[in-house]
């Protein structure tokens, strides 16, 4: 009889396919399907509960609403108002999806869990797990990924570690007349509907109100608060000056929102706080194996990799230093490292 594992279903294809791909490995699968809003969606659950009635496997659904809540949504929303910007599925991850999941197979005696996340697994000859890229580079979510310690990566499988493209998932799904073979892709944000923007207006989050200026100090207007703004924006500002502009920082204290030319957003050296590193977990120093050492980094999920030296500045902090600027490095965004296609660590843009 083969191990067992505990996946998240909900209801989606990705998650189904990989339902599938553990039973074919001769795993003992059950799922977990958990809801994270405050009425609960009825329609969704039906759909999870449907793949996992086809798939003959044991279905168990939660609802995480308040948790959600709490660690989430509040972090999303407290994070705009400090003139930063979010990565909810970062923090989501180890602090409540993966928590959530190792928990409830805890409780039931399981031995693994595991998700539909595009990546994979790697453990090293020392017993230490890394996140590594998957093979399909366009879907790769080891970004999101970059905060998970040992004890739920030594115990996570991502069956869909292999697949090249989504086609081959769908295919799987659809050989195995699962419903969701021909789904949409989720949006990158579960509780988001629309613009963040309206999502935060009706919770009545605007952060610190004050003036929109240029770089050389002339007022251009004032504004409603800066959970409006993001660094690089340049859309939806609303404004004309003669020339494009773009937001270049956002000051909490005082509320002000500096425009200026695109050059300026483009950084050779960028300040790293809340240190991460998947061997060592949270550290308040660069471990030294990894001082002075270039790495591939990533400094927003959907950026270009770029090569950044990686030294200690004291504080708790560290800083990336790039050949060539890079665009926009943004206040509440996490820089990855990477060697090849290992994630070595990570940190909290400031």
């Known amino acids: 009889?083969?191990?067992?594992?505990?996946?998240?279903?909900?209801?989606?294809?990705?998650?189904?396919?990989?339902?599938?791909?553990?039973?074919?490995?001769?795993?003992?699968?059950?799922?977990?399907?958990?809801?994270?809003?405050?009425?609960?969606?009825?329609?969704?659950?039906?759909?999870?509960?449907?793949?996992?009635?086809?798939?003959?496997?044991?279905?168990?659904?939660?609802?995480?609403?308040?948790?959600?809540?709490?660690?989430?949504?509040?972090?999303?929303?407290?994070?705009?108002?400090?003139?930063?910007?979010?990565?909810?599925?970062?923090?989501?991850?180890?602090?409540?999806?993966?928590?959530?999941?190792?928990?409830?197979?805890?409780a039931q005696g399981i031995d693994y869990i595991?998700?539909?996340?595009?990546?994979?697994?790697?453990?090293?000859?020392?017993?230490?797990?890394?996140?590594?890229?998957?093979?399909?580079?366009?879907?790769?979510?080891?970004?999101?990924?970059?905060?998970?310690?040992?004890?739920?990566?030594?115990?996570?499988?991502?069956?869909?570690?292999?697949?090249?493209?989504?086609?081959?998932?769908?295919?799987?799904?659809a050989?195995?007349?699962?419903?969701?073979?021909?789904?949409?892709?989720?949006?990158?944000?579960?509780?988001?509907k629309g613009d963040y923007k309206d999502f935060l207006k009706e919770r009545g989050i605007t952060g610190k109100p004050g003036l929109m200026k240029l770089s050389d100090g002339t007022v251009i207007k004032s504004h409603g608060g800066i959970a409006a703004f993001t660094i690089g924006q340049r859309k939806g500002l609303g404004i004309a000056v003669g020339r494009p502009v773009f937001v270049s920082s956002i000051d909490e204290k005082t509320g002000d929102v500096i425009m200026d030319d695109e050059a300026v957003l483009f950084q050779k050296e960028v300040c790293l706080g809340d240190l991460f590193f998947a061997k060592y977990g949270s550290v308040t120093t660069v471990p030294a194996e990894y001082e002075g050492k270039t790495f591939q980094c990533k400094l927003r999920y959907t950026a270009r990799e770029a090569e950044g030296l990686l030294t200690g500045i004291g504080d708790g902090r560290a800083k990336l230093s790039f050949a060539d600027g890079q665009r926009a490095p943004t206040p509440g965004q996490f820089a990855v490292f990477y060697q090849n296609d290992l994630l070595i660590g990570s940190g909290v843009i400031q």
């Open 114 to 173: 595991a998700t539909g996340h595009y990546a994979g697994i790697y453990r090293d000859e020392d017993g230490v797990f890394y996140v590594k890229k998957a093979a399909n580079r366009k879907k790769d979510q080891s970004y999101m990924l970059c905060r998970v310690p040992q004890q739920i990566l030594s115990r996570i499988l991502f069956p869909l570690s292999g697949f090249e493209n989504k086609d081959q998932v769908r295919s799987l799904a």
């Open 1 to 106: 009889m083969g191990s067992s594992v505990l996946t998240g279903l909900s209801g989606g294809v990705d998650s189904t396919a990989s339902v599938i791909l553990l039973q074919q490995q001769g795993y003992q699968v059950s799922a977990l399907y958990f809801d994270t809003t405050k009425g609960g969606s009825e329609e969704a659950r039906t759909r999870a509960q449907e793949c996992a009635r086809r798939l003959q496997i044991p279905f168990y659904a939660v609802n995480k609403a308040e948790e959600f809540e709490e660690k989430i949504i509040g972090y999303f929303c407290d994070s705009y108002c400090k003139g930063e910007t979010p990565c909810p599925c970062v923090v989501c991850n180890p602090s409540f999806k993966l928590k959530t999941l190792l928990a409830a197979a805890d």
């Open 175 to 192: 050989e195995n007349a699962m419903p969701s073979a021909a789904t949409k892709d989720s949006q990158d944000l579960c509780f988001l």
